[in-house]
């Protein structure tokens, strides 16, 4: 069965600081650097709370990803949506350890995407992975992603600049 996502919600707090407490090490490669009050209820409250209220501005489409039991496994989000002459947005996911390489961030970047193109009316979604991540970049391709180009040092990721690689999704690729 395909993972689904829906709409994150302040209910989601206390299990997102499970997985980002657990899951600290293993994403540090792929992260900023956090301060210990992210990695705890209230600093996933804050966060939950900021991207919704992004949301409700137009400005984001932020949606936890859920397993097969409805399970919180992971977040996907749009970020930076932009209409008119543009319209596009950045996506950026992440799934934790226990559940990497099982297919919900496939799943979840395919049913996104289908949104951004079929309900948001958007033209492109825009994502970057680090040069070495191969596993998101393997994710991107499956959907029919496709890389751009190089952008150096793009993101101060695990404390410093880095180079990313490009990748988009056209609504009517020509």
């Not at 540090?28 to 939950?48: C, I, M, S």
């Not at 919900?104 to 492109?124: C, I, K, N, P, S």
């Not at 499956?142 to 101060?156: C, N, Q, S």
């Amino acid at each position: 069965m395909p993972a689904t996502t829906r709409l994150i919600s302040a209910d989601d707090a206390e299990r997102l600081a499970v997985l980002q407490r657990t899951g600290q090490i293993f994403f540090a490669p792929w992260e900023p650097v956090r301060q210990d009050p992210y990695f705890t209820v209230a600093g996933q409250q804050a966060e939950v709370e900021n991207v919704l209220a992004r949301h409700s501005r137009g400005e984001a489409l932020p949606h936890v990803i859920l397993d097969e039991d409805a399970q919180v496994v992971g977040r996907i989000t749009f970020s930076g949506i932009t209409y008119g002459a543009f319209q596009s947005c950045n996506m950026g996911y992440w799934v934790d350890e226990e559940n990497n390489g099982r297919g919900y961030a496939t799943d979840a970047v395919r049913a996104m995407t289908t949104r951004a193109f079929e309900e948001l009316g958007l033209h492109r979604v825009q994502a970057e992975t680090l040069i070495p991540n191969v596993r998101s970049q393997r994710v991107l391709q499956r959907v029919g992603f496709v890389r751009y180009g190089l952008a150096p040092a793009y993101l101060k990721i695990a404390g410093r600049w880095q180079d990313h690689l490009m990748y988009q999704l056209l609504a009517d690729p020509r």
